[in-house]
């Protein structure tokens, strides 16, 4: 094309550096990518290669936040258990107020057979005793006191637990949503790209849009499809 004078010199030398500079970044990404995978099969102490990712993938089925914050609550095994102590806990107030309380005590006698003895004695008798403990030093009242504490401590600890994942939740699902809407606006301006770069070539063979323009729009539809990658890489990220 440059011999037939469609395009001038200074255009295919554009394209020659522009083409050096791409072969340049795909150099070095291809022995970053090769440092990896030697540093990958030496952590894992094996002699073969392997390529431990997923397929890129979009769900726009996004459910309303409050599902994945009761879900992420409500599966949380460190609140089960916590909320299993506090049920402890309160076994130990139960147990702290039991202490305190009177202590009865129940007895009845009876008699089987008399022989010779008066009517005035009786032939059974019950009796009901109560203890009650007017002072041991307030043990008993400081024990019922650390109790309570107990419970209320298992409680804060508890709420301060379902709100840190309520906000990790919360900022991690925020995250998905702003990927979408750029894996969105990604789609639409690759197909803007698209358009672009069809009408950019059309009139290049009809010998109306120079080269230089062609080849912008190129690296145009090429940065899009990028950012798409980009976005839905992220995307998956933030699952």
Not at 12 to 30: F, N, P, W
Not at 113 to 121: A, F, H, K, P
Request: aromatic content about 8%; overall charge negative.
């Amino acid at each position: 094309m440059e011999a037939a004078g469609v395009i001038a010199h200074s255009v295919v030398l554009e394209v020659e550096y522009r083409l050096a500079e791409a072969q340049k970044l795909l150099l070095g990404e291809t022995h970053k990518l090769e440092v990896a995978k030697r540093a990958l099969k030496a952590t894992m102490n094996v002699d073969f290669d392997t390529l431990p990712i997923d397929n890129l993938f979009v769900d726009e089925n996004i459910l309303p936040i409050e599902y994945y914050i009761d879900s992420a609550v409500n599966l949380n095994p460190e609140l089960q258990g916590a909320e299993l102590n506090v049920n402890i806990a309160k076994e130990g107030v139960r147990m702290a107020r039991a202490e305190m309380l009177p202590t009865v005590g129940v007895m009845g006698e009876g008699s089987l057979y008399s022989y010779n003895l008066t009517s005035i004695l009786p032939r059974w008798v019950i009796g009901v005793e109560a203890n009650v403990l007017l002072f041991n030093g307030l043990n008993k009242a400081h024990m019922l006191k650390a109790a309570k504490s107990q419970v209320e401590s298992v409680n804060m600890k508890i709420e301060k637990a379902r709100d840190d994942i309520s906000l990790l939740v919360e900022q991690e699902y925020y995250n998905v949503v702003n990927s979408l809407s750029d894996i969105m606006a990604a789609k639409h301006a690759i197909a803007l790209a698209e358009s672009y770069y069809n009408s950019a070539y059309e009139g290049f063979r009809e010998g109306v849009v120079a080269a230089s323009a062609l080849l912008d729009a190129e690296v145009e539809r090429a940065a899009s499809m990028l950012s798409y990658l980009n976005s839905a890489y992220d995307y998956c990220m933030a699952l």
